[in-house]
């Protein structure tokens, strides 16, 4: 028999499995419910044997997030999806499975505040530690493994600073660093940036996606959701834990974020254009100190991007020149509340650009000595690029690049 073969990202994203022989509501219903009406006893006692047919609570499973679970897994490769209430949630549940007490987690030092902080302040209460390697140096990882070394973690690009880890490197030396300790190390990503448009890390083999859906899966600024995508096997050990976390995802929320993917290739290609568009304009602005953005070949690693990114994405960082009359962080204060188009709120990934100041949002709380090794300075301005049309976006960020 000839192999139907896999469809287009946008079509999966559209149809997910539904595309082959389904009949029914082209819309899924939301099962907005707790629980789960039993036909009779029967039911709770096949559920109690095993049979994962039986839907008992939805903190276990609800037939909508399940709906969603299922179309991300196929657009992004992987065995299996977790829906989860947020993308700390997924992120937090996903490594949790993978660690106890006493483990050590690898990772690359430029990462979303949130998961940083985390992994500062509060692994530690529970006997994780963290290790950075030198994210040019990805041969560290060999170095670094230990007996108790329980996963590799990165996260590119990076947010804010727009930064890329090489991901098939990481790969490689966790595999070299996997042969001399004799057993598996799962290398997990957080693809929240680049989403799976833009770069596909199971094709460059990592094990585990996690991804705050809140962001362009969502594409919206209307939910909060987040997902790990990995192994069938992997992916039942978190749904275990899950269970006891409690980070599972709402069916209405599931329901919108089914919604938005289907407008999720347009949107993001679209963002990606903009994007580009947008930076390659600022970085003429004589006011601008520096733009960084994947896609300029003034980024130090503008060849790697092409090499393991199929788009460059909608973030784009800026900073502004200095001037005598106000700090640096005062001038990204002026141009964002002068903005009229772009809106100063924290988030990305939505259809509406989004401005931030990192020192005022993701990376609030942290020492400077933290915040160099990180590469963020207190003038630098996030952008998360919409769907606008570009050239209001552009008009808007020169009328308000007077205020400097
Ligand atoms: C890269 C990245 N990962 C994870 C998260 C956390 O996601 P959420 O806010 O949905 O919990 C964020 C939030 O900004 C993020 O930017």
């Given amino acids: 028999m000839k192999k139907t073969p896999t469809p287009s990202l946008a079509t999966r994203a559209i ?46 499973h609800n037939p909508t997030v399940h709906d969603v679970e299922e179309k991300i897994a196929f657009m992004e490769g992987g065995g299996a999806a977790v829906l989860f209430a947020s993308g700390m949630a997924a992120i937090s549940t996903a490594l949790l499975s993978l660690s106890k007490a006493g483990d050590e987690i690898i990772s690359t030092p430029g990462l979303y505040g949130g998961t940083y902080r985390w992994f500062r ?11 950075y390697i030198d994210p040019n140096r990805p041969e560290e990882i060999e170095s670094f493994v230990t007996s108790s070394t329980s996963l590799v973690y990165l996260e590119t690009p990076t947010n804010p600073t727009l930064d890329l880890v090489d991901i098939r490197a990481v790969v490689r030396h966790t595999r070299r660093a996997e042969k001399k300790l004799g057993r598996k190390l799962p290398v997990v990503i957080d693809n929240t940036f680049a989403s799976i448009i833009n770069q596909d890390p199971f ?18 600024s209307d939910i909060m959701s987040g997902v790990v995508i990995g192994s069938s096997e992997y992916i039942k050990r978190v749904r275990q834990v899950a269970k006891y976390l409690g980070g599972c995802a709402d069916p209405f929320a599931a329901f919108l974020l089914g919604r938005s993917l289907k407008t999720f290739e347009l949107r993001v290609r679209r963002q990606n254009e903009n994007a580009l568009a947008l930076a390659t304009a600022l970085s003429r602005h004589k006011k601008i100190q520096r733009v960084i953005y994947p896609g300029l070949r003034s980024h130090p690693k503008h060849e790697l991007a092409k090499k393991q990114m199929s788009g460059f994405g909608g973030m784009v960082t800026i900073e502004v020149k200095p001037v005598k009359t106000k700090t640096p962080v005062d001038a990204a204060v002026a141009v964002c509340d002068h903005l009229k188009v772009a809106v100063n709120a924290m988030s990305l990934g939505g259809v509406e650009s989004l401005v931030s100041i990192p020192v005022y949002s993701s990376h609030i709380f942290m020492s400077d000595d933290e915040l160099q090794r990180h590469g963020v300075t207190k003038g630098m301005i996030r952008i998360s690029v919409g769907v606008e049309g570009i050239d209001d976006l552009i008009a808007d960020f020169e009328q308000a690049l007077k205020y400097a």
Avoid: C, M, N, W
């Fill in 121 to 131: 302040d509060e692994l530690p209460r529970q006997h994780i530690t963290v290790r």
């Fill in 203 to 220: 094709a460059l083999g990592v094990d585990v996606i996690v991804e705050s859906a809140t962001k362009y899966l969502g594409g919206h």
């Fill in 15 to 60: 149809h997910g499995k539904k595309l082959f022989a389904y009949q029914g509501p082209l819309a899924p219903p939301i099962y907005q419910t707790s629980t789960y009406r039993f036909a009779s006893s029967d039911d709770a006692i096949r559920y109690a044997q095993g049979d994962p047919t039986v839907y008992v609570y939805t903190r276990y």
